[in-house]
């Protein structure tokens, strides 16, 4: 068991430094959501299965989600749209 | 009595104004300047973006060389931000070294208010879930504010992204009026899924006081599944069973009977005083007096939030 913890919390701290160097945005919002689901087994080896619940249901869920609609609006998402462009 | 200026326009506090309002050029009569060739009048500004060659500004600026003064403030900003994150991480590693072990016995978290919620906590509320316990009945005031500060929060997405229907209709162009294509074998599984996740939230809503979860956690999840059935199906069925009359109702109404329920609770049964709802025998899915009905309402308000959030973004309406 420790040594599942501490695998665990390696790679929470491995997705937590890359979800901020990633540049690709969709990426950076799905290694989010892993952050998300790994955080809510740690809660719930913390003996707090009810904050289990919540990270997965809005950290991984929701709030990923609002991330991908607002990266849709913004047009971030599709290839050669205007933030590929300035990029050339 | 006041002094009559006649100087006011040389006066301090109006080149301040002016300059914070950018209607004064501060070099203007100061510097040497090269008067403006013909060209550069084209169209409404001095400004012309369309003139502006985007790759010659960006070699001029990526210039070290030339441009020592650049070259100094990229290697000073480097630094400074280096320097301020370790200091940071510093001073968070400080701050986490004076925290106590967890679980540790003596710890000022153990004291005698967690042994008196642990001991007395079934016996006063009824429920068998300290958590929700604490959260609904101990700590229900706290957990008002909460759920009122969700209201807030759709109440602000809804004023900044909230679009008429005309607008929606009319705008074809943009990503607004959104209605996804239909795809087999996604609507397929929605339909198997969104059941399940439905009575999953519901279970976890009304099993709040005897097993892990509550209003919050069960609410976010039957708002999850009303996301995937809208992504699925679109926003005119979704429109047949939940609309925005839908919406208000079901919001205002928990909330205000939040509210009743509460300043009922704080009136007349809060903790010692005798309680006028039956707690029931814990353990029982209809005991623990008023926590059944708060998680219900606390679970309908966030699930209507959460699929506010998506919809108002998505279509900026329901």
Redesign the interface.
């Known amino acids: 068991m420790e040594a599942f913890k501490i695998v665990l919390l390696v790679f929470l701290i491995l997705c937590a430094i890359s979800a901020s160097l990633i540049k690709n945005p969709l990426l950076s919002v799905i290694v989010f959501m892993s952050y998300s689901l790994i955080m809510s087994i740690i809660w719930f080896l ?1 003996e ?3 904050l ?3 990270e997965a ?2 950290g991984a ?2 709030s990923s ?2 991330f991908f ?2 990266l ?2 913004l047009k971030a998402l599709q290839e050669g749209g205007q933030h590929e462009q300035d990029k050339r | 009595m006041s002094r009559i200026r006649d100087n006011y326009e040389d006066s301090l506090w109006n080149r301040l104004t002016k300059w914070v309002n950018g209607e004064s050029d501060p070099f203007a009569g100061k510097m040497e300047m090269e008067p403006l060739r013909e060209a550069d009048y084209v169209g409404d500004s001095v400004y012309n973006p369309e003139r502006l060659d985007k790759k010659k500004v960006l070699k001029y600026l990526e210039d070290t060389e030339k441009n020592q003064e650049i070259r100094a403030f990229r290697v000073l900003y480097n630094l400074s931000s280096v320097a301020l994150c370790l200091l940071l991480i510093a001073v968070l590693l400080m701050a986490v070294s004076y925290l106590p072990v ?1 679980g540790d016995p003596n710890g000022p978290n153990n004291n005698e208010v967690s042994a008196r919620y642990v001991e007395k906590g079934m016996e006063e509320s009824g429920a068998v ?1 300290m ?2 316990n604490m959260i609904l009945s101990y700590r229900g005031f706290d957990t008002f504010g909460e759920t009122c500060v969700l209201f807030i929060a759709a109440t602000c997405v809804i004023i900044l992204l909230r679009k008429s229907e005309e607008e929606i209709e009319n705008a074809k162009e943009t ?1 607004w009026k959104y209605e996804p294509k239909p795809d087999a074998i996604l609507q397929k599984i929605t339909l198997i899924l969104v059941p399940v996740i439905f009575l999953y939230g519901f279970y ?1 809503i009304l099993n709040g006081h005897l097993s ?3 209003g ?2 069960g609410g ?2 039957v ?2 599944g009303l ?1 995937l059935y809208v992504t699925t199906f679109g926003f005119h069925k979704t429109q047949r069973f939940f609309n925005e009359k839908t919406y208000d109702m079901v919001k205002v109404g928990a909330l205000s009977l939040y509210s009743v329920t509460m300043i009922y609770y704080f009136y007349t049964g809060a903790n010692l005083i005798e309680n006028h709802i039956p707690l029931g025998t814990p353990g029982d899915i209809l005991s623990s007096g008023m926590i059944l009905p708060i998680n219900i309402f606390v679970g309908l308000e966030v699930a209507c939030t ?1 699929y506010a ?2 919809a108002l ?2 279509r900026g309406g329901m």
Do not use: C, H
């Open positions: 913390l707090s299965p009810d289990a619940i919540t249901a809005v869920g929701v989600i609002l609609v607002t849709r609006k | 967890l879930n958590v929700t990503d976890i892990p979860g509550g919050f956690s976010a999840t708002g999850a996301i959460m959030f998506f973004f998505r």
